[in-house]
């Protein structure tokens, strides 16, 4: 019967990829759960629930707001480089007699991203190398800062989680909206990479949520999206399930 039940939770409750952390959570030691099972039970031909219905649930047990911490991805999400980064590595092979084409040079780059650097075995760990200067960034959203100080003002707390090595927060400090962050989750000081789901954790750690309670966003679907869950999160693509910061605060139940 119990095992019924929750199935049922799951299946009334999942949309889109998204799934209430209620079904996870045991039948007789939640009076959420309970009052969800009892309150599903009396309209058993009751239509799926949806992500608003979702949304709803979370906020009325979270006083308005569907989740206490936001947790960010930085490239991509946050901030992206100003120009490509095969164009800059070309232009700069071409001073020392190195001709590969911008296709090439990506290919080899993604190649070498692959593969532990020094004496660590993540990719991100002491490789504070000197052409990493030639690279400028900028924000995704020019309007996240209003963003972030309407989440901080709602009692949302927001962390950084990124697979980066020692430059992201001296990058961040330049573009100045590190203030814009309780805490930072970065794979070089942490050890561990998305979608390792301890990075995740760590952030939550920091922020002194439970993980239940965070709702991650970034652009990649096995870093962010997959790594996010296997945590406990939540999590929204950038780019598909949110398009700006401004939407994930109103998604979160924060007004800007």
């Keep these: 019967m119990m095992a019924t039940r929750i199935t049922k939770i799951t299946a009334l409750l999942s949309y889109n990829g998204v799934v209430s952390r209620i079904w996870a959570t045991p039948f007789l030691g939640s009076n959420s759960y309970s009052s969800a099972v009892a309150s599903l039970e009396s309209e058993p031909d009751s239509p799926l629930f949806g992500l608003k ?5 979370r906020k009325s047990i979270h006083g308005g707001i569907t989740h206490k911490a936001l947790l960010v991805d930085a490239v991509g999400t946050l901030v992206i480089p ?18 590969f084409s911008e296709d090439e040079i990506l290919r080899r780059y993604r190649k070498a991203y692959e593969q532990p650097w020094g004496r660590s075995r993540l990719r991100y760990v002491d ?20 963003v972030f100080k309407a ?17 992201l927060r001296p990058l961040l400090r330049a ?4 203030h814009w962050f309780d805490a930072m989750a970065v794979s070089a000081e942490v050890a561990a990479e998305k979608p390792n789901p301890m990075i995740f954790l760590k952030a939550c750690e920091l922020l002194g949520v439970e ?10 679907r096995r870093n962010d999206i997959w790594g ?10 950038w780019g598909s399930d949110v398009h700006s910061f ?3 605060a109103e998604r979160i139940g924060v007004e800007v």
Aim: a negative charge; charged letters at 30%.
């Design 53 to 57: 219905d979702y949304e709803n649930y």
């Design 82 to 99: 100003s120009q490509p980064m095969a164009q800059i590595y070309k232009q700069i092979g071409e001073k020392y007699g190195v001709e």
């Design 127 to 146: 490789d504070g190398r000197p052409f990493w200067q030639h690279i400028a960034w900028h924000l995704c959203d020019p309007n996240a800062g209003e």
């Design 151 to 167: 989440l901080k003002k709602a009692g949302v707390k927001v962390a950084i989680v990124s697979n980066f090595d020692t430059r």
């Design 175 to 178: 573009l100045n909206c590190d």
């Design 211 to 220: 993980a239940e309670d965070a709702v991650h966003v970034g652009d990649d």
């Design 228 to 237: 996010a869950r296997d945590a406990g999160c939540d999590a929204w693509l």
């Design 246 to 248: 401004k939407e994930i």
